[in-house]
């Protein structure tokens, strides 16, 4: 297994409360990714990072700030949790992405539920 | 975005028989992928196709990459109740993968 810690992995929070989880890899690879996962709408990319404070918005990045100050760790931030955003994340890792795709690597999850 | 649809979106069957599960899209991959993800679980890699018409045996797992590279199919022969679980296709580079909305599977012992 990939070394990608997720915490936490179960949060209940209310609405309007800020929220951050973290991503913790061991693995040193460049490329970190912050999804969430609903019933209906499969995986979809929050943000992503290709570098120490380099990052980008993905599908569904409204709602969502992120941080990379060091290599192995990815912070995502909910400034005013909504019930919308209560969902399943996963964080992912990957090293390169060449001509045989981009292996990505997931974490266990972290369910978020708000209230 | 590439847009993956993926069919059927649940599929059960009894243990030892076959299956074929599609992902399908108007673009053209680069390469796709294949994922699995059992409950409470992140997805893990199953195979990478990336020529056109390419076939890639995992044990009872087939997987094929259309020869226009926009499509593929995965077919498990023989189902065990071990294969239960969410069959994801996916496609993308450096910038994110997008995924389908997956193939939900179980098979019943």
């Known amino acids: 297994d990939a070394g990608i810690t997720q915490s936490p992995r179960h949060k209940v929070t209310e609405t309007g409360t800020p929220v951050t989880l973290r991503c913790h890899q061991t693995e040193n690879h460049r490329y970190m990714y912050w999804y969430r996962q609903d019933p209906g709408h499969g995986l979809r990319l929050i943000h992503y990072s290709y570098g120490v404070k380099d990052t980008d918005k993905g599908e569904v990045s409204d709602g969502y700030s992120v941080s990379r100050s060091k290599t192995e760790d990815f912070l995502l931030t909910l400034e005013s949790a909504t019930s919308s955003q209560t969902s399943v994340y996963f964080c992912?890792?990957?090293?390169?992405?060449?001509?045989?795709?981009?292996?990505?690597?997931f974490g266990e999850g972290s369910w978020l539920t708000v209230v | 975005t590439q847009l993956l649809e993926q069919s059927p979106q649940f599929l059960s069957i009894q243990e030892g028989e076959n299956l074929t599960v599609y992902c399908n899209s108007s673009s053209v991959f680069s390469s796709l992928q294949w994922y699995r993800q059992e409950p409470g679980e992140g997805p893990v890699l199953l195979v990478t196709?990336?020529?056109?018409?390419e076939v890639k045996k995992l044990k009872r797992l087939t997987f094929q990459f259309g020869d226009a590279r926009k499509d593929s199919s995965l077919h498990i022969t023989a189902a065990q109740p071990g294969d239960t679980g969410l069959y994801l296709c996916a496609a993308g580079g450096a910038d994110g993968l997008t995924f389908g909305k997956g193939t939900h599977l179980i098979i019943q012992p």
């Open positions: 196709v990336v020529t056109g018409g």
């Open positions: 992912a890792i990957s090293e390169s992405a060449g001509p045989s795709g981009n292996t990505i690597y």
